[in-house]
């Protein structure tokens, strides 16, 4: 049996009651329903970049993607942990194309010149997935004044992303996929406070409320790209065992732990919607290869004004347009 937005009863029943949904009983229970696997060589031929993929989901979507013949740069802050996990990649694929870019996600300067040197020495770009994360403990600012957790997850992948929309362009079948997080069905949009100057600090919360942003923005970011033909998804992984979440939430991985899913099961949404065909619907909100409803809680739900508010709030603080 389905529900009326295609999905099996039992798929819709593991995402409204999370703890079985987003762990590895997720996956093995929603295996035989979900879509199917990209062919083998799917991304023969195509260029893949991945924020994030020195460690965790992220390597795990470099690997997938490079064992699908994608050619993959992976984007790092640092360069000796991109160069480690490159040579891992290699182990398990030992012909794939894989580069390492350093950038840091945060810098809005660095952004800049990182897409400068990609438009310089790319012909096209077919695959943007924006994976680069951080849950500080306590307030942080960047170089140019914002709040760290909104400067990684928001202001500098809608800087790149604008930056490399050309190249974006230039392919043919090109899209954009922003890892987001289960966390943010917590979160209302943060109109007034994007930088998080008002209330106590907690790292928890600013991780959910930007996550929120990148989910909210997807379908802004879809109609202002569509005419250029690039599509958007965000998504969120489940619970997953990382190095990160190791270490930002000790409690939660070890009440959780054996419940968690692997890497390469939380990377597994991100690659199916740069692999599938044909293109899945641009500006939904996916989980486990199916879109999910962006809202649980009444709370959380906003106006198109004030999503639109923000958004003009975050591209000027990006300095999207100009230069």
């Known amino acids: 049996m389905t529900d009326p937005s295609g999905a099996p009863k039992l798929d819709t029943l593991l995402d409204r009651t999370i703890v079985p949904g987003?762990?590895?009983?997720?996956?093995?229970?929603?295996?035989?329903?979900?879509?199917?696997d990209p062919e083998p060589g799917a991304l023969r031929g195509a260029t893949a970049m991945v924020t994030g993929a020195n460690s965790g989901i992220g390597k795990a979507i470099a690997e997938a993607l490079a064992g699908l013949d994608a050619s993959v740069i992976l984007v790092v802050r640092d360069r000796r942990r991109g160069e480690r996990a490159r040579r891992d990649i290699l182990?398990?694929?030992?012909?794939?194309?894989?580069?390492?870019?350093?950038?840091d996600i945060a810098d809005l300067a660095n952004v800049t010149e990182c897409a400068e040197g990609l438009r310089a020495r790319l012909p096209k770009l077919d695959i943007l997935i924006h994976n680069a994360g951080v849950l500080p403990p306590e307030r942080t600012e960047t170089a140019d004044g914002h709040e760290l957790t909104l400067a990684t997850h928001v202001l500098g992948p809608l800087l790149?992303?604008?930056?490399?929309?050309?190249?974006?362009?230039a392919a043919g079948d090109p899209r954009v996929i922003f890892m987001?997080?289960?966390?943010?069905?917590?979160?209302?949009?943060?109109?007034d406070d994007p930088e998080y100057r008002k209330g106590r600090y907690r790292g928890a919360t600013a991780y959910a409320r930007t996550k929120r942003m990148q989910v909210a923005f997807t379908s802004v970011l879809a109609e202002y790209y569509g005419p250029q033909g690039i599509s958007f998804y965000s998504m969120h992984p489940g619970w997953v065992d990382t190095p990160g979440v190791a270490t930002a939430l000790p409690r939660f991985h070890r009440l959780i732990g054996p419940l968690l899913r692997t890497p390469a099961e939380g990377a597994d949404t991100a690659v199916w919607l740069a692999a599938a065909t044909p293109t899945p619907p641009s500006g939904r909100f996916w989980h486990d290869r199916r879109p999910r409803p962006e809202h649980y809680l009444r709370r959380t739900h906003y106006t198109n004004g004030e999503l639109w508010r923000l958004w003009l709030d975050c591209r000027e603080a990006a300095r999207i347009g100009i230069g």
């Open 160 to 169: 790149l992303t604008d930056r490399l929309a050309a190249l974006l362009n």
């Open 91 to 103: 182990t398990t694929h030992p012909d794939a194309d894989l580069t390492v870019t350093e950038c």
């Open 22 to 36: 987003y762990t590895r009983l997720g996956v093995v229970l929603r295996r035989r329903s979900r879509p199917a």
């Open 180 to 191: 987001s997080s289960g966390g943010m069905y917590t979160q209302p949009l943060a109109v």
